[in-house]
């Protein structure tokens, strides 16, 4: 009798064990959960380029931008603005004339106050908030109204002030072969430099990329310094430019390079 209570016994403190007290906790938990939590908010971001909604931790922010990878982040938008540049939006710009095609790359250089990097006077000077106190130079050019569409620093930073849709004032009285004012149909990159101190590769890193881009975005025939479409009246890129460099590096052929390689 007694082996039968304790069989009995360790039968309904298993059963327990087993069966009824496990469920017990489950039930408690999912009670309490239910109680106390709150659905978690999944914040949303929106990709600058499609459009396309999507977890804010599945997406990168640039420049108060959000993109939702690196192939829409290195392409240009429908406006014409690049995704992986900097945007500083200058006023000093206006529309191309209707039936235009944007067909050449012109390859300026610039420092403000000259020779000296890193001012910030670039920027100021493309959006005419150039202060003609600061430098006695600034009291020359203050008063000018000139943009480019991009800007490559000294750093490698990539700027655009201007939608390549659109036409920036960059390349002033100019001529290519049989073609006046060439801002009509030229996009102009601004290098931060002189002409006679080296360029730092990484602006050259910079400049073969975008220089892949453009091309991608539209049907570029030709890579020119801003001499050779106004030999008597500028110098720049200069003779520190590396033009054979940036060929190989952009895959640029030759018959794009109507001035030839060769520095000048």
Known sequence: MLKIIEFLLFFFMAYWVLFIYPHRNAVK????VDATSTPEVVQM????????????????LF????????????????????????????????ERPEDV?????????????????????IEQFFTNQLDPQEDPYFEQIAHLEVSAH??????????????????AWHAGASQLF?????????????MEGTGDIPYENTQYQTLAKLVQM?????????????????????TDP????DWKYVSQNAKIPENKLPFGSSSR
């Open 178 to 190: 049989e073609r006046e004012k060439v801002n009509d149909f030229s996009v102009g990159i601004e």
């Open 238 to 241: 200069g003779k520190s430019f």
């Open 101 to 121: 095609n944007v067909d050449t790359v012109v390859i300026h250089h610039i420092s403000l106050p000259e020779g000296r990097f890193g001012s910030g006077a």
């Open 29 to 32: 938990t999912a009670k309490t």
């Open 214 to 234: 453009i091309e991608k975005e539209l049907h570029i025939n030709y890579f020119v310094g801003h001499s050779d479409i106004s030999p008597n009246r500028k």
């Open 63 to 94: 420049d108060q931008r959000y993109f939702c990878g690196m192939e829409h982040f290195n392409t240009f938008d429908t406006n014409g603005w690049l995704g992986c540049a900097k945007q500083i939006r200058s006023p000093n710009h206006d």
């Open 150 to 167: 991009f800007l490559i620093k000294r750093s490698g930073e990539l700027i655009q002030f201007v939608s390549i849709h659109d036409r």
């Open 45 to 60: 971001a929106t990709c600058h380029f499609c459009k396309i909604r999507l977890p804010l931790n599945e997406s990168f």
